[in-house]
């Protein structure tokens, strides 16, 4: 637990610890509504009133509660099993074209981001073309360096599933899950806005953090020898290896931001009512507490004992507004990897790690290019 000052000056409670991460992240007695005037505001661009609210991860029960009700049967474990093989096939489709073309090859481009972005456009019912469009804005979005730079991609992406939701309703296709949400909307049990914000938070986050941690996972694979021979060599061993990226990556540096609703007294310290708490995902995933050796990447790593379970980890959160897609992103995740390193196991980074363009000034991490060749 520790006091810190925020980039506008506005002092924050940063969370790094695990069990006190995991203790906040589940207290009713905290917020994670975002018009709240007192919610932390942890960079220039979540001023913009298209973060105000966020639905899913920025909203109280109970509209976060029926929210989640309607949506996850979208996003269940039989769901996502059932889009496996299209996202096998689509894999071995990207390869296809990769080594067609010849190296070298941009991983990002040519293989992290399709990946996620034509599951999410086929589950949301979002055309598949304009990937461009909702790639560019999204990534305006969320790497805008100011409030005015990220209203201006926010309402672009608004406007354009506005149209879309225009669309299905004046000539349903019943197909995907904006489809779903115009049926709620007709039958009174959402408003547009509250649907729109709902597809715009689904979008983003089903394509651009995936991605991240597609490109992000092979490099670590890449750069540590030992553990990708290990993944090469026993197939059953891609889950576990999964976690341990997660784990190891986190992409969101923060698993919650939050305030307080009343006082919250842990460890002898007490977080009073309309602070603001920032739990960090990055450092929760290597306390020494749960994890030996935290900052090793072991996809062996005894994690399934009852003191470190395998997926404890909180890159997708905690508590009611833990991740709604973890399951889907694991899918595409242990996909993504098997199929990469089976099609090409002589893959090789192309430039040494430290010429790769990394984004910064984010709470995300990633690379804009992964330039790789075999």
């Known amino acids: 637990m520790h006091r810190v000052r925020l980039w506008n000056g506005d002092h924050v409670w940063l969370v790094t610890g695990h069990q006190h991460a995991r203790r906040l992240l589940s207290d009713p007695g905290v917020s994670a509504d975002r018009e709240r005037p007192d919610f932390p505001v942890v960079l220039p661009r979540f001023e913009a009133d298209i973060f105000k609210p966020l639905a ?16 996850a049967p979208e996003f269940g474990v039989r769901q996502v099993r059932s889009l496996q093989p299209t996202v096998t096939r689509l894999a071995n489709e990207l390869i296809d074209k990769m080594l067609h073309k010849g190296p070298p090859a941009d991983l990002v481009a040519d293989y992290a981001l399709p990946i996620p972005s034509t599951v999410i456009s086929e589950l949301l019912g979002v055309p598949y073309a304009d990937h461009d469009f909702f790639e560019t804005a999204s990534m305006n979005l969320l790497q805008a360096k100011d409030a005015e730079g990220a209203e201006a991609a926010g309402r672009a992406l608004w406007d354009y599933l506005d149209g879309l939701i225009t669309a299905e309703q004046r000539q349903p296709t019943g197909s995907g899950v904006l489809a779903k949400l115009v049926a709620a909307m007709d039958d009174d049990y959402f408003a547009r806005d509250e649907l729109l914000r709902i597809a715009l938070t689904l979008l983003l986050g089903g394509h651009d953090t995936t991605a991240s941690m597609i490109a992000l996972g092979t490099l670590t694979l890449l750069e540590n020898p030992d553990q990708l021979a290990a993944f090469k060599a026993d197939p059953a061993v891609v889950p576990d290896a999964v976690e341990e990226l997660l784990r190891m990556i986190s992409v969101t540096d923060l698993s919650g931001v939050r305030v307080a609703d009343r006082d919250i007294e842990i460890d002898g310290q007490v977080i009073r009512a309309g602070e603001g708490i920032v739990v960090c995902s990055s450092m929760a995933n290597r306390d020494p507490d749960v994890y030996d050796d935290p900052y090793t990447f072991d ?36 996909t993504a990897y098997r199929v990469l390193f089976e099609r090409i196991p002589g893959l090789r980074l192309a430039v040494p790690t430290e010429q790769l363009p990394v984004r910064r000034g984010s709470t995300m991490q990633g690379v804009h290019e992964l330039p790789v060749a075999w």
């Not at 109970?62 to 949506?71: F, I």
């Not at 404890?312 to 973890?326: E, N």
């Open 299 to 334: 996809i062996g790593r005894d994690g399934r004992s009852e003191d470190a379970p395998v997926r404890r980890h909180l890159t997708f959160g905690y508590g009611v507004h833990q991740c709604l897609g973890q399951n889907l992103a694991r899918m595409e995740l242990e």
């Open 56 to 71: 899913l991860i920025g909203v109280d029960a109970p509209k976060h509660t029926a929210h989640r009700k309607l949506l």
